[in-house]
Each structure stands twice: as structure tokens, then as C-alpha cells.
């Protein structure tokens, strides 16, 4: 039994050790686009929605994320209490694969308190998203936050396993394209199922654009 549990660490180790070669040799590469239009482009309106607010990012916290590209956008629908916010962080090489920063620590660097985060799986189409759940407050406000990792077409709730999968891509001859997705919900009272439910109802509505955006042409590495 416990020769078993030594052998799953070595394994693990040595795929962690593995990963970690891989992502430092991918710093030095230089790796470019050829996506014909950026996420600010791909993410006006989503099928059910109206843009009700885009929330662009000052010149430092960019810089700070090392982004290759973004949206920040709110979306409004009819009849719903507050618009659903979006944040997707896109990457296009694997040496960034550590640059997106966890909501378990940006949250309460900016005074949010967190709920303990569930691990959840969304089948969205056929496509299972495996992401994480909390409520986030700050004074009266308090928002559901639905966020996870992607590599191409594979999702994570932790930068780890994100990062495995991203190096997988790379092994397979795949792009190295990853992001951070983050929809975060404003809620009142003990409205969170509601929330949750909203949350739900328009990852649905936006995944598929964003899964179309990943397939577009790869970039290429120099």
C-alpha cells in the first residue's frame, strides 16, 4: 500500500519537474499571432446580451499581468437584477503560463473576503469547464466569482494543472495559447442560487464564442 503512494509521488514529481523544464525552456521563445482579431473585438455583444459597461485596464496592471491580449467587459439582459461581468487574461506562449494571478490572492489584496472555493464541472455543449466557485464581499457588496484556467480546449481550476496542460499542448504539437477566464455575479441577500444560475446561463451563452476565438488560426513559434 504504501509502496503504491511512493510511486504515484515519485510520478507525480517527476511530472511536475518535467513541466517545470519545459515552461523555462519556453521563455526564451518568441512566439507570435496570427489571429486576425483581438478579444476587445471577439466579445462586443454575446448571443442574449447588451454590453452594459467595459472596464479597461490601466498601462501598469497590464504590464503587471504580462498580457498578450484581454476583455473586460459587463453584460446586461433583460430583466436581470445587475450585468454579469467577464475577464479573460490571454496568453500566447507557454513562458506565461505562471503570469495570470489566482483570485485567492488578488481578492483579498484588495480587501475582499473570501467563502471557501468549491471545485465545480459545467458541461457546456459537450464541453466540460472544471472551475472553481466563491462569493467574494467587500462592506455591503458581494459578488458569486465562476473562474478557471484553459489551454486550448482544456480547462483547470488551478494554475498547476493549467500549467501541465499547457506544456501536454506543447508536447502534442498544439498551441500554446492559455488564459484566465473569470464571470463574477453581483448578488443581494441570500440570492446566491440565483446568481449562480445567471453565472451558468451566460458562460452557455459565451463559451461557444470563446472556444471559436481558441480555433482560429495558431500562432506560431520562432
Known sequence: MGSKKETRLIVLGLLLAATALLVHMGQGSVVTTTKSRNLQTVFGPVPGYS?????????????????????????????????????????????????????LVCFPGQGWTLDQPKKRRLDIGGHVINLE????????RQELILYWYQAGETTAPEVYRNKFNAVLNKMNGKSQEHAFVRVSVP???????????????????????????????????H
Do not use: C, W
Open 51 to 103: 454590453i452594459a459597461y467595459q472596464s479597461p485596464l490601466a498601462e501598469d496592471i497590464y504590464r503587471f499581468l504580462d498580457l498578450d491580449d484581454y476583455t473586460s467587459v459587463g453584460y446586461a439582459q433583460e430583466g436581470a437584477v445587475a450585468p454579469v461581468g467577464l475577464y479573460i487574461g490571454f496568453y500566447f506562449s507557454l513562458g506565461k503560463v505562471s503570469a495570470a494571478h489566482s483570485p
Open 133 to 140: 466557485e466563491m462569493v467574494v464581499r467587500l462592506e455591503n
Open 187 to 221: 448578488f443581494s441577500g441570500d440570492t446566491a442560487d440565483q446568481a449562480r444560475a445567471a453565472g451558468e446561463q451566460f458562460i452557455a451563452a459565451f463559451y461557444p464564442v470563446f472556444l471559436a476565438y481558441i480555433a482560429e488560426t495558431a500562432p506560431a513559434t
